[in-house]
C-alpha cells in the first residue's frame, strides 16, 4: 500500500487549516508552513498596504512558479481579491487547479501555463510571489522580467525565496525591505518603486 500524499495547511485567514494536496517526490518544493507564516504575518502587518494596513486586502497576486499554490490561497485566505498562478509544468498545473476547486476559489483565480520568464503575464499586480526551483537559476531572469514589464503597482511588494547560500542581483526599480534566512531558505521582500 502506498504512503498517504503529502499536505500542507493553509496558515491563517478564513481558511485557516484547510488541507492543500502537494505532488508525491521532489518535483515541487513548497514554501514550509512556518516560513509562510512569518511571510504572511509581515504583509499584514508591516504597514505595506493603504493607509499602513494590510497590503493583502483586496490585493491583486501573482504567484510565478506557483507549485502547490500555497502562497496564492494563503494570500486569498486573508484577503486579497484575485490571484494569477503561473507554472509551465502541467501536472503542476493541474495541481493547482484541483486546490483551487477543492478551496472553492476557481471564482477568484486564474490559472496560467506559461515557461518564465518569457511567458510572464500581463496585469498590474500588487504582490508578486516568486519561488521557483533553486537548481535552475531563474530568480534573477524573472526579477529582470517584472522590471521591465511594469508588472508592479508602484509600492507593492515582490517576495523571492532562494536556496540560502544564493545571492540575489535585484534590478534598481526594487528597493530591497528586508531578508531573512529559515534553515535552507532565504527570503527575499522587494518593493518595486513608488510614483510621484
Known amino acids: 500500500m502506498s504512503p498517504?500524499?503529502?499536505t500542507l495547511r493553509i496558515t491563517g485567514g478564513m481558511l485557516r487549516g484547510r488541507k492543500l494536496a502537494v505532488l508525491p517526490g521532489q518535483r515541487?518544493?513548497?514554501t514550509a508552513e512556518r516560513v509562510r507564516e512569518a511571510l504572511f504575518n509581515r504583509l499584514a502587518h508591516g504597514g505595506f498596504g493603504e493607509d499602513g494596513g494590510s497590503i493583502l486586502l483586496d490585493a491583486h497576486v501573482l504567484d510565478l512558479c506557483s507549485g502547490t499554490g500555497a502562497?496564492?490561497?494563503?494570500?486569498l485566505s486573508r484577503g486579497a481579491a484575485h490571484a494569477t498562478l503561473v507554472d509551465a509544468d502541467p501536472a503542476v498545473l493541474s495541481l493547482v487547479r484541483s486546490n483551487a476547486e477543492a478551496l472553492d476559489l476557481t471564482d477568484v483565480c486564474t490559472?496560467?501555463?506559461a515557461k518564465l520568464p518569457a511567458g510572464l503575464p500581463?496585469?498590474?499586480f500588487d504582490l508578486v510571489f516568486?519561488?521557483?526551483p533553486y537548481a535552475e537559476a531563474l530568480s534573477e531572469p524573472i526579477l529582470e522580467a517584472l522590471a521591465s514589464s511594469n508588472s508592479n503597482r508602484p509600492g507593492g511588494l515582490i517576495s523571492v525565496e532562494t536556496s540560502a547560500k544564493d545571492r540575489l542581483a535585484i534590478p534598481n526599480i526594487f528597493t530591497l525591505l528586508h531578508e531573512q534566512r529559515y534553515g535552507a531558505?532565504?527570503?527575499?521582500l522587494?518593493?518595486?518603486g513608488k510614483s510621484g
Open 190 to 192: 522587494l518593493q518595486a
Open 185 to 188: 531558505a532565504k527570503l527575499w
Open 71 to 75: 502562497l496564492a490561497f494563503e494570500a
Open 122 to 124: 500581463r496585469g498590474l
Open 4 to 6: 498517504p500524499p503529502q
Open 130 to 132: 516568486l519561488d521557483p
Open 28 to 30: 515541487v518544493r513548497p
Open 111 to 113: 490559472i496560467h501555463a
